[in-house]
């Protein structure tokens, strides 16, 4: 008794876009254009990330229709509400979806996704906002803060930045930028902030002003992860480039005014079945070191981009077939080779930015390994070495990264260890560290997820049988916030790399903080508390992000 006819396709709006309903069928559930447009709405959101904006899976399963309708109602609903251990959130029951939501996104799963529109020049360019001029821009700095020493944070869910003084913890500026702000890069220079929002809008910001803010944005995409600058010599702040999500593209920019240049889509075969992909997403972005290139990772085809900015006209880009799905990642300590994960296969991808080859597939023997930009430092027994931590489990693998001096360990995982639990998502260290620092932000056990475990470097022996101890700071109890379940997400060091910063994530309507810690004594140093610290999660400091520093 579900009248087709009231299920005409129609328009209806997804943020500020308009999109087609797809057709009904006859045996369709129950939906009304506002619940689809609702459902779309939650899915981008929510969903999207994980399984793709046409569902075709990547970190999560696939949900085209053949699968969801197979499986059924009852079982898309069940899976919302309570999620599952291999890292689908808990929706329902965790109090982020409302009954009624829950039951809507199971009905909207049984349709056919709706593809939004396409995201070129017309649209980027209507977008584009040069909000001063560079020629209106301060000839010095401005300002008496010590810009290296700044950390930018996202306040994920209040759609905008702090940027906090590392040496005052003051909160100098705050700035609204797109949704859920994914990272901050800085230009060569570290005159200019780039930040990206979920939504695929860019701000550029100015850290010279008196207090600094946006010069320019724009909306490059629907959907978006990844933003970079150029730093090889002679290109230091000359331009930029973005990543989308949705539509699958990356464009490249003036890196003055964000003027949109070349918009380059990344549609096209998966790199080892030849099967033609149509959304093969752009996740992290580097700034090559050696050329002037960026390296471009695409997630679903499994293939490493070298995009060489020096002739926009002419394009040279080297395709290096790699594996999937493609993830985060960053260099080893000489920024000549760039580790990146396949957290598909339970790979780290290996490329040698001077030759633009893979180096190197090498298994982590953990479950998706979820690096951030992973940690460098100088193992006692094994030499130079690069770590991961996983999203599926407790592991941390140590992986040599130096071929000339360890050639027997180089590219092997040379040591695997348990640190607090699953739900790794980042690492870090810093040279002048011995410390190295490992979350378990989405661990389910609340006080796991709020402690971060703590290994001592310097004594990591040679004996793999033995597990390295850490310590477990309890970080989100250090923040003494008595409401919700605060996570606390992605450590970070100052510039001299003498304290590591902490998001104590808590819910939007509930307090949240920052925590530093003393890197040396692991005692705590400060809890930054402020009513507009609203969901802080990733944080970079200037200078440690400029330098590729991690
Ligand atoms: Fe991230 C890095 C994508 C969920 C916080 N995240 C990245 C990068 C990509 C990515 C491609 C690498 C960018 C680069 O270096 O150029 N992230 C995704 C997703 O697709 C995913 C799994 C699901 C989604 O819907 O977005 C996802 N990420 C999250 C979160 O839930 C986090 C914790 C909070 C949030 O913002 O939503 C989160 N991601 C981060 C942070 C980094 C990051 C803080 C940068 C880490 C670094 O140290 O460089």
Not at 111 to 116: G, K, N, T, V
Not at 223 to 243: N, P, Q
Not at 264 to 278: F, L
């Amino acid at each position: 008794d579900t009248p087709a006819a009231a299920y005409e396709p129609s328009m209806t709006t997804l943020g500020q876009l308009k999109v087609e309903i797809p057709g009904f069928k006859p045996d369709d559930p129950v939906m009304t254009p506002e619940e689809f447009q609702k459902a779309s709405t939650i899915y981008f959101e929510r969903c999207a990330g994980c399984h793709g904006v046409l569902r075709k899976g990547a970190t999560g399963k696939p949900l085209t229709t053949d699968i969801t309708r197979a499986n059924g109602y009852d079982y898309l609903h069940s899976f919302i509400t309570y999620g599952s251990p291999a890292g689908m959130p808990n929706w329902g029951t965790s109090g982020a979806m409302t009954e009624e939501e829950t039951g809507m996104m199971a009905r909207y799963l049984l349709l056919e996704p709706p593809a939004p529109p396409e995201w070129g020049m017309p649209e980027m360019l209507a977008s584009w906002k040069v909000l001063v001029k560079p020629e209106d821009r301060p000839k010095e700095k401005m300002n008496d803060i010590d810009i290296d020493n700044l950390m930018s944070v996202t306040l994920r869910d209040a759609g905008q930045v702090a940027l906090i003084d590392g040496g005052t913890y003051e909160i100098r500026a705050i700035i609204d930028t797109g949704y859920a702000v994914h990272i901050s890069r800085i230009s060569a220079s570290g005159r200019y902030l780039f930040v990206i929002g979920r939504d695929g809008l860019v701000n550029m910001i100015d850290l010279w002003m008196e207090t600094p803010a946006s010069v320019a944005s724009i909306k490059i995409g629907i959907e978006a992860r990844s933003i970079e600058t150029s730093k090889f010599e002679g290109w230091e702040d000359k331009l930029a480039i973005a990543g989308a999500y949705w539509p699958p593209q990356y464009v490249i920019m003036d890196g003055d005014t964000l003027e949109p240049k070349k918009i380059v889509s990344t549609r096209g075969n998966i790199y080892d079945e030849q099967v033609y992909h149509p959304e093969p997403r752009v996740a992290s972005i580097l700034s090559s070191h050696y050329k002037p290139e960026f390296i471009v990772n695409v997630k679903e085809t499994g293939k490493i981009i070298f995009v060489d900015y020096t002739d926009l006209k002419n394009l040279k880009t080297v395709e290096v077939e790699a594996e999937r799905f493609l993830h985060d990642g960053g260099f080893d300590s000489t920024k000549r080779y760039f580790m990146v994960a396949a957290n598909q296969r339970g790979k780290i991808a290996v490329v040698d930015t001077k030759e633009d080859k893979l180096t190197a597939l090498v298994e982590t023997g953990g479950a998706t390994p979820h690096p951030g930009r992973g940690a460098n430092f100088n193992h006692p027994v094994f030499g130079p070495v690069w770590a991961t931590s996983h999203l599926g489990d407790e592991s941390v693998a140590l992986i040599g990264t130096d071929p000339e001096g360890h050639p027997d360990q180089a590219w092997k995982v040379v040591d695997s260890f348990y640190a607090l639990g699953g739900g790794s998502l980042f690492i870090k260290t810093h040279p002048n560290s011995t410390h190295l620092y490992v979350d378990a932000t989405l661990n389910p056990d609340a006080e796991i997820s709020a402690s971060v475990a703590v290994f001592d470097i310097s004594k990591m022996g040679g004996d793999t049988e033995t597990d390295p101890e850490f310590v477990t700071l309890p970080i989100a109890e250090w923040a003494g916030i008595p409401e919700g379940q605060p996570r606390v997400v992605q450590p970070e060091f100052n510039k001299e790399g003498t304290e590591v910063w902490f998001s104590v994530w808590n819910g939007k309507e509930q307090e949240s903080a920052i925590v530093v810690v003393d890197d040396k004594t692991l005692e705590l140093k400060k809890v930054i508390k402020d009513p507009k610290l609203i969901t802080p999660t990733g944080k970079f400091n200037v200078l440690n992000t400029k330098d590729d520093v991690y």
